[in-house]
């Protein structure tokens, strides 16, 4: 199989603007004759709806929520980048895709990032005409903080709630859309399978969430918009539902799958707390401008934080990379964390926690300053925790929360198989091997508005595509196949809940696949993942009934898939012997735990084949060239 | 800690519902509420019964999908804070809990404790959005807002459509919901283009949908996870008769003077 990234030739700056006007264009008057289907109405689902509905398609949108208001893009705090240079710091579209790359440890494709950099200033105009209450100075003009990994303010802000005031910009635009027709919203359909017919993607299978109603969906382009998978550890930042089901019945029908393994460990994570926890929650990475990270010089000192003087604390983020400080990007602070922690330096109840202390910014800016700032996230650290921030350092550690990995498109968004196109943190683009905070929802948006709106059109007026109706020979043996599927699973009458398995499953990848792994590790991810699956197929308890709002079974066929996509991204670590980005591999790195990149063997992207489930998957390369920069040492020092 | 649960069960939308004690002796005080029902439904579960049916999904308080009555209260007794955010510290050893669904006609009843809030989606399809198509925007910082009004406008947005506001009113009012979206809008420049029609348009969606009026009991103001103020339902009635004024026909303005 030969990888295409259809990346356009000529100077990097002029790429996307020559490649969208060499993209065919469907004439205003046809579009109606074209059907979409947008799954997932997050971020990228949403703002890719709404703008196909502006356009003049057909689009049928799905969503498992009840609303496509609760899309966990809803939960992201931060921010959003954009390359404006509106605090006139040098910023610019290049020092954007520069950082960008860099940050994702030369893993990801130039052309991509940088068409990523130029439509983020498109982004910014787009949500504020939307009526997004972004932060504002006092002369009305639009203000900004910094982020991990930019030595610049780019990062546009509404308190900590960026991600529900984007989610909301989009929504609005696409109940606005609804409302004349051109969408039709499906909510509580949760999307089971991919229909394939002669090759092309032309539906999809869905489980009426209330019923339980089986029904396949036809139209002339599928778009896959349905986040990221790091639930796999069970414990992580993602929302409850977040699955891989939708990609990985995707990647089963065909679709590579890219760079697994790799999945971002947040560094500001409160900690868990016990072995009944269900979730971890975020603590925003904003507050990394103000808050100091530190640890005890000594080691086991259990002491009251207050009572540990200047002397005997470690600033160690300061110490070790003074030129960023706490500012330091999200993959190296975690694993300077973990090691911290590994070292006996923990502190807390559990010994896994790191402090992250605002004294000092209370101190010189006043109460009332951060309270401003991030009394929010304060208040929710105290509600979890029953510690008061402003008294008492916040206690977190890292978690795993984005995942880089996902299905493999090319610079159209489309994946290996044609009509199916992937976009947001369900693809494997733009971040490469880290993700950079505030780039995700800079990544969906951009995608939604910017990208495939004028990439589908080049398919929709490039391809010859018969009608297809839902009754489909097609259709139905997948509709077939989803029902036995159900029926297997609601036949498990053992005696251990689908949670259960799901958290020894998470602990698995947490344990060998996580923040760093290696080769013996990954062995045994291997054989006890199996063992998991094994265990699930004949001892996972489910109860209830398919023609039923039945939570469990929902449950129940997330984890399934899950328990395969695990296998895949342990092979990926396996695979990787160098370290890049998030990905420690612990037989490459410097003696004082850097990572050590090859770029000489590894320089490229892990397109995966399915070749079923135990059997050891096929290997695809896209190399990746570096014209315009040069990949270096990733330094923060 | 141990706790008996009074839990409101109800196999479908159609079916007479009941509470249903069940009695959890292995609460701990640092789980969040619904980890503590998790833990109810793993005992379930394992024992063959269905589980007890929530709305969940971020648990960090920002999704919306959560709601109870937790002893009769919207979101339980904590003010500002989601079901999710709600941990069991807040509770003693021995207590009894009674765990209901949002009550409300616009929001029937699905199963146990969920319920349907589409009618806050219809209502935002009604006008709450801005009418601006994808590209050829201006610069955003073409548009300046006074900070004042931007962060009036970001109290507003800060609504995440719980549906607690309705439920724990006696009258069943999306006032709180509706003022919050019409709010945001309005006090924006961006806004202002729709800003009659939409507060016509939503305010009428609200009552099309079986939402009661406002009597100024501030039940929703309690409520209110978000801690959205009442004075977006002031100015949604501002709003509101501004916009009938310029809707209503010239004799009927100047008869009533």
């Known amino acids: 199989m030969k990888l295409d990234s259809k990346v356009p030739g000529g100077p990097l700056e002029t790429k996307w603007q020559r490649h969208r006007f060499e993209l065919k264009r469907v004439n205003p008057a046809n579009r109606r004759k074209f059907d979409i289907i947008v799954v997932g109405t997050g971020l990228a689902g949403a703002s890719a709806a709404a703008s196909f509905g502006e356009l003049g398609y057909n689009v049928h949108v799905f969503t498992y929520h009840d609303s496509p208001r609760r899309a966990h893009s809803i939960a992201a705090q931060g921010g959003i980048n954009a390359a404006k240079n509106y605090q006139n710091d040098g910023d610019s579209v290049w020092l954007l895709f520069y950082d960008t790359i860099k940050g994702g440890d030369y893993r990801a494709r130039e052309a991509n990032v940088h068409r990523l950099a130029e439509v983020s200033v498109d982004i910014i105009d787009q949500c504020v005409a939307q009526g997004v209450p972004f932060a504002r100075d006092y002369g009305g003009l639009l203000a900004n903080r910094s982020f991990g990994g930019a030595q610049v303010s780019r990062t546009f802000y509404a308190r900590g709630q960026t991600g529900q005031q984007l989610l909301l910009g989009a929504y609005s635009a696409l109940m606005r859309q609804v409302h004349t027709g051109k969408v039709k919203l499906h909510t509580r359909h949760e999307m089971l399978d991919l229909v394939v017919i002669d090759g092309v993607a032309r539906g999809i299978v869905t489980r009426n969430l209330l019923t339980g109603a089986i029904e396949a969906h036809t139209a002339d382009a599928v778009v896959l918009a349905t986040g990221g998978y790091a639930r796999a550890y069970y414990l992580s930042t993602m929302a409850m539902a977040s699955s891989c089901t939708s990609v990985w019945r995707a990647h089963k029908r065909g679709a590579l799958f890219g760079n697994a393994s790799w999945g971002q460990i ?12 269900s979730k971890l929650t975020l603590m925003s990475e904003s507050l990394r401008n103000d808050g100091r990270v530190w640890v005890t010089k000594a080691k086991g000192d259990k002491r009251h ?7 005997e604390r470690d600033y160690y983020l300061e110490r070790i990379y003074p030129s960023f400080g706490n500012l330091a990007p999200r993959d190296v602070s975690s694993r300077a964390a973990k090691r911290v922690c590994d070292d006996g330096h923990g502190v807390g109840p559990t010994g896994q926690a790191v402090y992250l202390d605002f004294a000092d910014a209370i101190r010189r800016d006043g109460r009332a300053v951060i309270e401003a700032k991030y009394g929010n996230l304060f208040d929710m650290y105290k509600m979890i925790t029953d510690e008061d921030p402003y008294e008492l350092p916040m206690r977190i550690y890292p978690a795993p929360h984005y995942t880089m990995g996902g299905l493999w498109v090319d610079y159209n968004l489309m994946s290996n198989v044609p009509g199916l196109f992937v976009i947001g943190e369900a693809n494997y683009s733009d971040h490469g091997a880290n993700r950079l905070g505030a780039s995700a929802l800079m990544q ?8 495939i709106p004028y990439t589908i059109a080049g398919y929709l007026a490039g391809t010859k595509l018969p009608k297809v109706k839902p009754d489909h020979d097609a259709c139905r043996a997948v509709i077939a196949e989803t029902k036995a599927h159900i029926d297997r699973l609601l036949a498990l009458k053992g005696n251990k809940t689908v949670e259960e398995i799901h958290r020894d499953l998470g602990q698995v990848l ?10 013996e590790g990954l062995n045994i991810a291997k054989k006890r993942i199996s063992e998991i699956r094994a265990e699930f197929w004949e001892n996972a308890k489910v109860v209830g009934r398919n023609g039923d709002l039945n939570p469990v079974l929902e449950s129940a066929l997330r984890v399934a898939e899950f328990l395969e996509l695990a296998d895949l991204m342990v ?8 370290s890049c980005g998030c990905h420690l591999r612990e037989e490459s790195q410097t003696p004082d735990g850097e990572a050590i990149r090859d770029d000489e063997n590894f320089s490229y992207v892990s397109a995966w084949e399915w070749n079923g489930v135990g059997k050891a998957p096929t290997l695809h390369k896209e190399e990746l060239k570096f014209e315009f920069v040069t990949p270096s040492v990733r330094s923060y020092k | 800690m141990k706790l008996t649960l009074k839990v409101w069960r109800q196999s479908g939308p159609k079916e007479k519902g009941r509470l249903v004690a069940y009695v959890l002796d292995d609460v701990s005080p640092d789980q969040s509420f619904l980890e503590m029902l998790d833990d109810l439904n793993r005992v379930l579960v394992l024992k063959g019964e269905e589980p007890v049916v929530f709305e969940h999904d971020c648990r960090e308080g920002i999704c919306g999908c959560c709601g109870l009555m937790i002893n009769g209260q919207a979101h339980g007794p904590v003010r500002g804070t989601t079901v999710c955010q709600l941990h069991m510290r807040n509770f003693k050893d021995g207590d009894t809990i009674v765990i209901e669904p949002w009550r409300a006609k616009g929001f029937p ?4 404790l969920m319920v349907d809030r589409s009618a806050f989606d219809r209502i935002i399809e009604a006008g709450g959005y801005v009418s601006v198509n994808t590209g050829g925007i201006p610069d955003a910082n073409a548009i300046p807002i006074r900070k004042e009004d931007a962060d009036l406008a970001m109290d507003a947005a800060a609504c995440i459509g719980c549906g607690a506001c309705v439920a724990s009113c006696p009258n069943a009012s999306a006032m709180l919901f509706v003022g919050a979206k019409i709010s945001q809008y309005a006090l924006l ?14 305010v009428a969606a609200m009552d099309r949908e079986g939402f009661g009026n406002c009597s100024n009991v501030a039940e929703c103001e309690a409520s209110c996870p978000k801690l959205i103020t009442l004075s977006n339902i002031q100015r949604m009635y501002r709003e509101h008769v501004k916009a009938s004024w310029k809707y209503a026909p010239r004799e009927a303005r100047e008869a009533a003077g």
């Open chain 1, 266 to 277: 947040h560094p500001t994570c409160i900690p868990r707390h016990g072995d009944r926890q």
């Open chain 2, 189 to 202: 420049p961006q806004g202002q283009v729709e800003r009659v029609a939409r507060a016509l348009n939503m």
């Open chain 1, 571 to 578: 092979e990926d670590a396996a695979s990787r012997t160098e």
């Open chain 1, 444 to 451: 969906g948006l951009a995608d939604g508005y910017f990208v």
């Open chain 2, 109 to 112: 009843v699905i199963k146990d």
């Open chain 1, 510 to 519: 947490w344990d060998y696949c996580g923040m760093s792994r290696n080769a």
């Open chain 1, 305 to 311: 934080p207050r009572e540990i003087t200047e002397e």
